[in-house]
Each structure stands twice: as structure tokens, then as C-alpha cells.
């Protein structure tokens, strides 16, 4: 069977958010540059073909300042790795030149960055996401492609989650390259944090169930869809074993919002009533009564969704207690000193480090709160420009979606409450999810 030139090209791009789910959900630096080299020699293929090149130019003369001003965004990031005169540390970063000034050795230049190595590769990440964006406006630009990248989806997560619940009952052995020991009472699969496992799979879910919503899911005219949802429905009850199972306090409240949302959507907003839809929705929650509740007691049940108790637990040192809370607010009492040009991506752990030595080789390398580690990365200029890029898609009416408008919540509670969009595979859903999905409301 001979593929279409358009089906070449998605399969590529499937191809490479697969590679970003195998490891680790590219949680690395060597997987943010592997990411880079396949991401951008994807773009690349695309820029040879005229029709591609035609979608790339009229999105570009719709979003030529947002583009701009994110391009200024990576240059900006740029500037944080570059080595400075210690004098101009005195404008851009007065606390790194105290920290530098207490050091026997004698320090000419020196960057803004904690981590320099680390932010280097975020620059990698970051600017993979621009190029994501560009590819998927060139070759996923109707709705039939959209449902392939969904199905595509459905079927990762389904795979994800099979290997996930496997590893579970067998008391998460590690694997190759996967490393279950961090959560041995929990579903993480190829993941080493269940609430990163847990966000992926969500994605996985409302593709799923996108997929049953709009109903007219046709592989050619010939071909009946009839086994294909059967099998789609079979996706979505593994992928939400593999949810709850992952006992993410996070990821299954976000679990639950969006059942809910879409069991409201389907009573009150729809015109065209989609009972399949419904009565899957209703199977998800009755499984998650039955797995939890049966397998794992009754005080599982509302237990999970509790995700602010996980702040006040103690973790990572015997001899100092730190919740997830402390460190939190660690990171926020530390803006003041990295206010306005930060501490650079990927600095946390450094500045942690520097301020609780007596940790030995215990540290904390996010700060459990994404918007104060972004705004510490960042800066206020950093932030300023990043937001001013994204201007364009949160006036624009036709960003809130329905599907939009699930992912753009979730993004919110992520952002004070966890740090998984400091994940790439994450990020690459986000944006991918919100390049595909700017429709009407509850259209």
C-alpha cells in the first residue's frame, strides 16, 4: 500500500512524539537535543514541498508579531547563557555576583544563568516548540488529519498504559532505560514522575473521546467505523486504569474535571445528543468506583483528588523537613533576588543547593510550583515577552474551544500546583493540542 504524501509526513511527526514518550518524555538533555535534530529535520522535509510551504507562509503572515516577539523571547534566553564582566552582573543579576564574590577564586566573566549547560538545552526545547507549531499548521490542516493525530494518540496512550499497569503488578521493576523504583506503588510506565505519566494520559483520554464525540470516524467510504470504536473504547477504559492507577493526586482531579466536563457537555451544550459518548463516560467513572474502591478501599476514592494535602508532606531530608509547599514558597521568597532578567532555565536545582548545602545530595530540582519557577527562570522581562507572544492566541475568540478551554484549566492548576509543564513531552501536547483545536465554543 503506497502512503499519501501527507500520511508520510504525520507518520514522521507521530514518529517523534513517540521517541519523546520512550524516554522519559524527553526529560533530559540529551533527549531535548535528539528532540531538536528530529523536530527540525522534520521541518526541513516539510519546507520542500510547495503546499506546505504555502500553509507556513499564510500562518506566518496571520502571526508574523507573535512570531517576532517569541524569536526575541529565545534570544533573550540566549543572553542569560552569554558570560557577562562581573561589573554588568551588578545591573542583570546583583545575587549572582554576591554569590560570586564569596568564592576564593577570582571570576571575570560569568553568565546570568545558575545552570548555563541546563539552560543552553532549554533553549533547545523552547525553540522546538516554535518549530512544532510551524509543522503542525503545514501538515495537519483539516479535520480528517486531526482525527489521525488523535486516533494516533488514543493508540500511544493505550500502548503507555498497558506497559504502565504491567509494570505495576509485577512491583515496578526497572527496565533498560525505565526507572520504576521511584514509584513502586504507583503506574508510571516509561515516566519516572506518575503526575507527568498521568497529564500524558489525559491528553491520550480527550483524544479518545474527541474521537467518539465527532462520531463520523471513517478510515475511506468503503470501510465501516463499527470496530473502530469498539476499539477506541477499549483504549479509553485501559487509559483511565492507567490514570488512576498512577494514584496522582493531580492527574486523576484533572481526571475527574474532564469526565465531568464532558458528561455536562453532552446534557446541556450539544445539539446533536451522542448517547456512545455518554454511556462510556458513565463506564469510566463506574470502573474507577470499582478499581479503586474494591482493589484499593472505599478511602481511596476521595482520597486521590486531595492533591493540595500532597503539599504539607514532608520529603526529600531527615535531618530538615521540606514539603512541597516550602519549597514552593522557597522559590517564590527568592523572586526578589532574580527579579527582573531570573535565574535561567533550568537553574532551580543549582539555586536550591546554593541555599540548603547542609542537604548534602539531597536537593529539589523544580520548585513544585511551575508559574514561580517560570517567573524565577524568566524574570519579569522574560515572562513580559513570553506572554506577549502568546497575545494573539488568548484574544483571539476562537482559541476557546471546548477542548481548549479543558486544557487551558488544566494548564492553571498545573502551573500553581505541580511542575509537569516543566516536562517537553507536556509542553509538546500543550501546544500541540492548542495549535489543533482553536474552534468555536462548544462547537
Known sequence: MQLSKNKKYQYLFFFILTIYTIFNGGNSNLSIQINFILVSLLFLFCLKDKNYNLHLRNFYKDNQKSIFIYLIFIFYLLFQIVPLPVEMLKIFSPEKLKILSKLEVEISNSSISLA??????????????????????????????????????????????????????????????????????????????????????????????????????????????????????????????????????????????????????????????????????????????????????????????????????????????????????????????????????????????????????????HAHSDLVEFIGEFGLFGCSLLLLSLLNFFINKNSYSFINIIILFCLIILLFFDFSLHSPIIQFLFVTFFALNQKKLFS
Open 116 to 365: 548555563p549547560s541546563n539552560s543552553f538545552f532549554q533553549i533547545l526545547n523552547y525553540s522546538s516548540l516554535l518549530i512544532v507549531v510551524f509543522i503542525i499548521k503545514m501538515i495537519l490542516y483539516t479535520d480528517r488529519h486531526k482525527k489521525r493525530f488523535n486516533l494516533f494518540l488514543s493508540f500511544l496512550g493505550f500502548i503507555t498504559s498497558i506497559i504502565a499497569i504491567t509494570f505495576y503488578l509485577n512491583g515496578n521493576p526497572d527496565i533498560f532505560m525505565i526507572k520504576n523504583t521511584f514509584y513502586k506503588n504507583a503506574s508510571t510506565g516509561f515516566f519516572i514522575n506518575r503526575t507527568i505519566f498521568a497529564v500524558f494520559l489525559l491528553f491520550s483520554l480527550i483524544s479518545s473521546l474527541e474521537l467518539l464525540r465527532n462520531f463520523q470516524i471513517k478510515i475511506n467510504k468503503k470501510t465501516d467505523n463499527f470496530f473502530l470504536k469498539i476499539y477506541i473504547r477499549l483504549f479509553i477504559i485501559f487509559i483511565a486504569i492507567g490514570i488512576i492507577t498512577s494514584f496522582s493526586r493531580i492527574g486523576n482531579f484533572l481526571f475527574l474535571v474532564t469526565i465531568l466536563s464532558y458528561l455536562i457537555n453532552e446534557f446541556y451544550f450539544t445539539k446533536i445528543k451522542n448517547n456512545s459518548l455518554k454511556f462510556i463516560v458513565i463506564l469510566i467513572l463506574l470502573i474507577d468506583i470499582l478499581i479503586v474502591g474494591l482493589y484499593f478501599g472505599g478511602s481511596k476514592i476521595v482520597d486521590r483528588f486531595y492533591f493540595l494535602s500532597n503539599e504539607i508532606d514532608e520529603i526529600y531530608s531527615y535531618d530538615i523537613n521540606l514539603s512541597r509547599f516550602e519549597i514552593a514558597k522557597f522559590g517564590f521568597f527568592q523572586l526578589k533576588n532574580y527579579l527582573f532578567f531570573g535565574y535561567g532555565t533550568g537553574g532551580f536545582q543549582n539555586l536550591f543547593q546554593l541555599n540548603f548545602a547542609e542537604l548534602s545530595h539531597l536537593y529539589a530540582n
